[in-house]
């Protein structure tokens, strides 16, 4: 596969879909997405984020990988929930709602900027599941983001399918004493200007009727991702000559708008800290980030 320096949008290219309709027959599958990390691009991001952008040849901030590497489907080939439909790269989970529960993420060097890269895909696992809410569908892929034929980020990112059911409101865990805070009031405009960045069409983030009176929540909900970009940056800000090494979060429960949230930290070791989103109601999603 090979795509133009000059060509900002993205090149697919997908191993056969399984015969089988068994969800395990997935595992194995693999996806190459050619991109070019567009500067007018990050500057949305930026802009979406409140920070100034990186030129031409600087380092992409970390997690802004999640604004490229798009897979544009054309609307016949979503599902009805926004997403690409079900049993096209990702195994068939019909009937449930999907949900980007974490991750993991190792930043081996930078991705830069106005330059090609790739992303490599491998669905690594499917696992079906019984918890309290019923049924769940865990997919598990790896993604190889690389540039210039050097290995930048590697990330698993673990997808839920769960069956219809109410969204908790609120996490028992302790939220801790934070070193450092940034306060968010998440509006309707930064999730619609997140969700076009990042080509996500999941109606949850931009679809009020569809949130509340078909998936339940009692708002739009903020991205599991943009969280976790959002507490990386405020790591960032308050620890400027520190490097993120990997990161593993994992999403505890829903926010939505309007209720401010925060997004906090502290430095538990050296090398390590704790990242956290929290409100009122406790925890939304937690992190743990190696530095140097």
Not at 40 to 61: F, I, M, N, Q
Not at 132 to 153: K, M
Not at 200 to 206: A, E, F
Not at 231 to 242: D, E, G, K, L, Y
Request: aromatic fraction near 8%.
């Amino acid at each position: 596969m090979t795509m133009r320096s000059n060509d900002p949008s993205p090149s697919t290219a997908a191993s056969p879909k399984p015969p089988a309709a068994d969800p395990a027959a997935w595992i194995g599958r693999t996806e190459t997405v050619a991109d070019r990390l567009d500067g007018s691009l990050a500057e949305r991001v930026a802009v979406t984020l409140e920070v100034a952008a990186p030129a031409a040849g600087d380092a992409l901030p970390a997690l802004w990988h999640w604004a490229f590497f798009q897979n544009p489907l054309p609307a016949a080939g979503l599902g009805a929930d926004g997403h690409p439909a079900r049993g096209g790269f990702l195994p068939p989970a019909e009937g449930r709602n999907r949900m980007w529960a974490g991750g993991e993420v190792e930043f081996r060097q930078p991705l830069r900027v106005a330059a090609p890269a790739e992303r490599h895909t491998t669905i690594e696992a499917v696992d079906e599941k019984t918890g309290t809410t019923g049924s769940l569908l865990f997919v598990t892929l790896r993604h190889d983001y690389t540039q210039a034929g050097e290995l930048a980020i590697r990330e698993w990112q673990n997808i839920v399918y769960r069956a219809p059911s109410p969204p908790k409101t609120s996490h028992e865990a302790e939220v801790p004493p934070a070193q450092w805070r940034l306060p968010v009031e998440p509006t309707p405009t930064l999730l619609f200007r997140y969700s076009a960045v990042t080509f996500n069409g999941h109606r949850i983030h931009y679809d009020h009727p569809y949130a509340t009176e078909v998936e339940g929540y009692a708002g739009l909900v903020v991205h599991g991702p943009l969280l976790a970009t959002l507490a990386v940056q405020a790591f960032c800000r308050a620890n400027p000559a520190a490097v993120p090494r990997r990161l593993r979060y994992r999403g505890l429960r829903p926010l939505v708008v309007p209720q401010a949230f925060e997004v906090a930290g502290r430095v538990v070791s050296p090398g390590k800290a704790e990242l956290w989103s929290a409100n009122a109601q406790g925890m939304a999603q937690r992190a743990e980030l190696d530095f140097e």
